[in-house]
């Protein structure tokens, strides 16, 4: 498969972690999407993770990389979208782990907590790893029917 278009945003405290994934994604042979700031003057992190979330859903094998001083602001504001399956992963498992069962459309990562090499490595593996599919599918149908109806009581009674 042709490798996914790669939509890039951070607020100031990503922007150095930013940087360095981008040329790491470049190199690679990555197309890809700079929306995030270019400083590090404070700016508001929602705007920018909408912007990719937004770009995600709009664009067919596109993938979204999102990076503020934690990653939390941020995977809380993209998870607000319909569609959006945004992780915030700590580690390289988690990161392979989350493309091979979550099908996770952006990746969320906390630019003042962890190095640059080990983002690369994280970035990497949820690139290449492959969603498995088969009993996956069927909790990411409950995620999804659960976006259309919202919660009623009854929903996770069972
Ligand atoms: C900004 O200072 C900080 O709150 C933001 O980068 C992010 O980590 C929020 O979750």
Not at 12 to 18: A, C, I, V
């Amino acid at each position: 498969m042709e490798k996914p278009q790669i939509f890039i945003a951070n607020d100031h405290g990503g922007y150095t972690l930013k940087t360095n994934l981008v040329s790491y994604l470049l190199e690679k042979g990555y197309e890809v999407q700079n929306f995030g700031c270019d400083s590090e003057e404070i700016v508001r992190y929602p705007f920018y993770a909408a912007k990719v979330a937004r770009a995600v859903l709009e664009t067919e094998n596109s993938k979204g990389i999102l990076l503020c001083s934690t990653g939390i602001g941020m995977s809380i504001m993209a998870n607000k979208f319909k569609g959006i399956r945004a992780a915030l992963c700590y580690s390289s498992y988690q990161a392979r782990m989350t493309a091979a069962h979550n099908n996770s459309n952006i990746l969320c990562l906390g630019g003042r907590c962890i190095g640059s090499f080990e983002a690369m490595d994280m970035v990497n593996l949820w690139l290449e790893t492959p969603y498995e599919g088969g009993r996956h599918d069927i909790s990411l149908g409950l995620i999804a029917e659960a976006e259309v109806i919202q919660f009623s009581k009854d929903w996770w009674e069972f």
